[in-house]
């Protein structure tokens, strides 16, 4: 498999959100894929990465967060629909990372959610255009997920087979599209 781990970003803030929720069904498949993991919640973003001295001097926890996404061989993003788009903060953390290697010939997949009736497909084409200037493989299987809030029970757990089955599919392909690529 791949020299690093797949980086999995639940792509928003709000706290118990949707997207994380995805995230983790796809870390559960990662794992019966036998491929290492690194799941990165936005909701846990350090404080100090949004005072405005950020642009002139990284604090510590942004080396960290760095070294994580260098060290990824692939991205798997989630990203919620806001308003017609992705939310903010996941550019703003997009944003932060060093141009050009952070993303340069990074294979990144997508996941779109949201409660409408699009599943967030929006938000990953916009994605999409983001992470293509910035000169990454985008993986072409995207999967979206719409009416996310009634898909999963009290415990978190996805309850439509079907969904599950094409983020288990998504997974096991990405997979192979890490490797064809080398990384």
Not at 132 to 150: C, D, E, L, Q, T
């Amino acid at each position: 498999m791949a020299n690093g781990p797949i980086l999995i970003i639940s792509g928003t803030n709000r706290p118990n959100s949707n997207a994380l929720k995805v995230a983790r069904v796809l870390e559960a498949h990662y794992a019966r894929a036998g491929a290492t993991v690194d799941l990165l919640n936005l909701e846990h973003l350090p404080k100090e990465l949004f005072d405005p001295s950020i642009y002139t001097s990284k604090p510590a926890a942004m080396a960290e967060l760095q070294a994580r996404v260098l060290a990824a061989a692939g991205l798997h993003v989630v990203t919620p629909e806001y308003n017609g788009s992705f939310p903010g903060v996941l550019k703003y953390f997009i944003d932060l990372l060093k141009f050009p290697e952070s993303f340069e010939h990074k294979p990144v997949a997508y996941v779109g959610e949201s409660a409408g009736l699009w599943g967030g497909l929006r938000s990953v084409e916009q994605l999409q255009m983001v992470f293509g200037y910035r000169h990454a493989h985008s993986y072409p299987m995207r999967v979206f997920i719409p009416g996310v809030n009634k898909l999963f029970d009290g415990e978190g757990r996805l309850t439509d087979a079907e969904i599950d089955r094409r983020l288990g599919q998504q997974v096991g392909g990405f997979l192979e599209y890490i490797r064809c690529l080398g990384r």
